[in-house]
C-alpha cells in the first residue's frame, strides 16, 4: 500500500439480472477515508424502478469465493460474512424500468454509527461493498448487483 497514491476502486463479480432485465452496477468516487472528512458515496445504479434496497459491507474477503446466491439465480453473492447493512432505501425511477438507484455515504454512516464492522479505520485496510434488492418474481424474491473493493486512505 502506497499511501501518496490513492489506489483505484475495484469492481469485481457479477450482477445478477433482474426479472425485468435490469443489470444493477455499483460504484464510488473516492476511496474511505481514516479521517472521516469529505464523502465516500456508494452508488447503485441500473436497478429497477421502485424497489426496496440496500448497500451491505464486509471487512474481510480473504479466501472467499463468490457463491451462487440461490438455485436459478443469475446473482452471486460476492462479500464474505459477516456482513454490515446500510439503512435500506427506495430505488425511485419508474416500475418495470431499469432507472433506480439508491446511494449511501459510508463517512455519514460511519459518523452515526461508530460501533460498525471496521471500525476504526486504519489506512491500507479494505471494504467489501454490494447492493440488495426486493425482485418479488425472482428466485429468492431478490437479487443482488456486482461489487465494490474499497481500500482505506489516510
Known amino acids: 500500500y502506497n499511501c501518496n497514491v490513492a489506489p483505484p476502486v475495484v469492481t469485481f463479480c457479477t450482477a445478477g439480472t433482474s426479472t425485468n432485465g435490469c443489470t444493477p452496477a455499483i460504484s464510488a468516487a473516492n476511496q474511505p477515508k481514516v479521517t472521516l472528512t469529505g464523502t465516500c458515496t456508494l452508488t ?63 463517512h455519514a454512516y460511519f459518523l452515526a454509527n461508530p460501533t460498525s464492522l471496521g471500525l476504526p479505520l486504519a489506512a491500507g485496510n479494505k471494504f467489501y461493498a454490494q447492493s440488495w434488492y426486493r425482485d418479488p418474481p425472482a428466485v429468492k424474491t431478490t437479487n443482488l448487483s456486482n461489487a465494490l473493493e474499497l481500500t482505506v486512505i489516510p
Do not use: H
Open 44 to 106: 447503485v445504479s441500473g436497478m429497477e424502478g421502485q424497489k426496496q434496497g440496500l448497500i451491505f459491507y464486509g471487512i474481510n474477503n480473504s479466501g472467499f469465493v463468490p457463491a451462487s446466491w440461490a438455485g436459478g439465480s443469475s446473482s452471486f453473492l460476492c462479500v464474505k460474512a459477516p456482513p454490515q447493512r446500510l439503512p435500506a432505501s427506495t430505488t425511485g425511477g419508474a416500475v418495470a424500468q431499469c432507472n433506480g438507484t439508491i446511494s449511501a455515504d459510508l
